[in-house]
């Protein structure tokens, strides 16, 4: 199964799709509008869904007598009960086949840390979850909850989609054959991100039977290792495991280039596509097979990638 042949499922601010915001407004957003294509959207805007009408008067956070309350700019009417109340109904109506949410950055309902929070006075105090995203980010721990903004950051990109399409995947696993399956074509991703969950992953890969016990174990873990931001030093460990397949095959020449590569890579001289292209033809000149089913060489599908080509060819 490729990233292609699954969509992952979003919840994501419908202002990215509809004139829903405060001043009649549409966001847009190019990850999202991609993305379109590949996931499953389930829209959601806490404004409108609790009563406020469009266009309307902006509102804020506020932080009254030590509490989060969400007011207009008058301090007039209060909508805090409201956005609580309608944010823990729209989370017990949620399939439980979620893998990840995109909301709209520095909104007082949906911005994730970078809403404006405002004291008694009326003035900026500091930054703040929007009322919405809090129990967003309280009820959903184990999901992959990102801003528009984040997203247009290369890294940050790769990680959400690495996520939520890994997520995706393993949503589909439901049977022992088909774990062994997706711990084994995800071995060197998982290495690559966190090596000790890998391991104790596969001793549960490992014990006979499959039970929605050991599904629920190892999805914790694989949640924890997909949350583990990709470091230099275990990428490159995770390299050398996958270059072992080829080291015997290859040439002097061919040893010495991939060395130097690497430490290319060290020094964010090249990128991490380099290594892995440069693998893949090896995997390919020699059929290795299970080299090739590796998913760390495409966690998602690779037109999204697009996003970044696309940006360098306008700022040349």
Known sequence: ?????????????????????????IISSEIVRKLEKYCDFIKVCPEVEIGLPVPREPIDVFLIKNELRLMNKT???????????????F?????????????????????????????????????????????????????????????TNDKLRFEFLTFIFTHARFRKVNSKEELVEFHSRNKYLLMAKNE?????????????GFDDTIKIAYEQLLVKALKTPLKVPKVINTLLHLYGYFKDKLSLQEKAYFM?????????????????????SWAIRYSVDYV?????????????????????VTER
Do not use: W
């Not at 199964?1 to 407004?25: N, Q, W």
């Not at 089913?293 to 696309?310: G, R, V």
């Open 196 to 208: 000790k969950a890998m391991r104790d992953m596969g001793k549960l890969v490992a014990q006979k």
């Open 260 to 280: 130097d590569l690497l430490e290319d890579y060290k020094n964010h001289i090249v990128n991490l596509q380099t290594l892995l292209a440069i693998l893949k």
């Open 75 to 89: 301090m007039s009417e209060d909508l805090t009960d409201k956005m609580v109340y309608f944010s823990h109904k």
């Open 1 to 25: 199964m490729t990233a292609k042949d699954i969509k992952p499922k979003l919840v994501v601010s419908r202002c990215f799709f509809e004139h829903t915001r405060y001043d009649g407004g």
């Open 292 to 312: 090739l089913d590796q998913t760390f060489f495409e966690p998602y599908p690779k037109e999204l990638d697009q996003l970044k080509l696309e940006r360098e």
């Open 91 to 151: 989370t017990d109506s949620l399939p439980n086949d979620i893998d990840g949410m995109i909301l709209k950055s520095k909104s007082p309902s949906c911005g994730l840390n970078d809403a404006k929070l405002y004291g008694e006075n009326g003035r900026v105090i500091s930054k703040t979850p929007g009322l919405f995203a809090k129990v967003m980010l309280e009820r959903f721990p184990h999901l992959a909850i990102e801003s528009e903004m984040r997203l």
